[in-house]
């Protein structure tokens, strides 16, 4: 396709991109923006590590063509919080430590957000649920879990 100017609001400003409209929203994010939260992954939609918000919901940021972010709001782990004022999910994912090489972590965190913005109290049941489809090759999976927990503001005691 030939490339053409799209703009796109990505944490809450306004971005000139200058690419093909069917340009993975990923690369539009890492290259031409320098938003390295978003990880690429699998380049198929199925681990997790490109997970962005869109519009508060959860998407896989790899195969979603640039153009169909247009007139949407894109939310990256960038936009959550800062190194001095992390966003609550964050901060839970500091405080219980839930990375090991810190890959899968943006699609975690992004996940976690996405589903307390739905469900603020979700049951772990449903945590696992919302989390089924990010993939971590390091077995974080408890401390990810308590992360989400402590998000939701459960008590952690049930994972022990």
């Given at each position: 396709m030939t490339p053409a100017t799209i703009r796109l609001t990505v944490n809450g400003q306004t971005h000139?991109?200058?690419a093909a409209p069917d340009t993975p929203l990923l690369h539009a994010l890492r290259n031409d923006l320098g938003l390295n939260g978003p990880k690429?992954?699998?380049g198929?939609?199925?681990c997790g590590a490109c997970?962005?918000?869109i519009d508060g919901r959860a998407a896989r940021s790899c195969v979603i063509p640039i153009e169909g972010c247009v007139g949407r709001t894109v939310t990256?782990?960038?936009g959550l919080g800062s190194r001095e004022a992390p966003d609550p999910v964050q901060q839970a994912f500091i405080a219980e430590q839930a990375a090991q090489c810190g890959y899968c972590?943006?699609?975690m965190i992004m996940t976690t957000k996405a589903l307390?913005?739905?469900k603020p109290d979700p049951s772990l049941d449903e945590i696992k649920q919302a989390l089924r489809y990010n993939?971590?090759?390091?077995?974080?999976?408890?401390?990810?879990?308590?992360?989400?927990?402590?998000?939701a503001g459960h008590a952690l005691e049930a994972l022990d």
């Open positions: 000139d991109v200058t690429y992954g699998c198929l939609g199925e997970t962005v918000l990256t782990l960038e972590l943006n699609g307390l913005a739905i993939l971590c090759r390091c077995g974080a999976h408890i401390e990810i879990l308590r992360a989400a927990m402590r998000a």
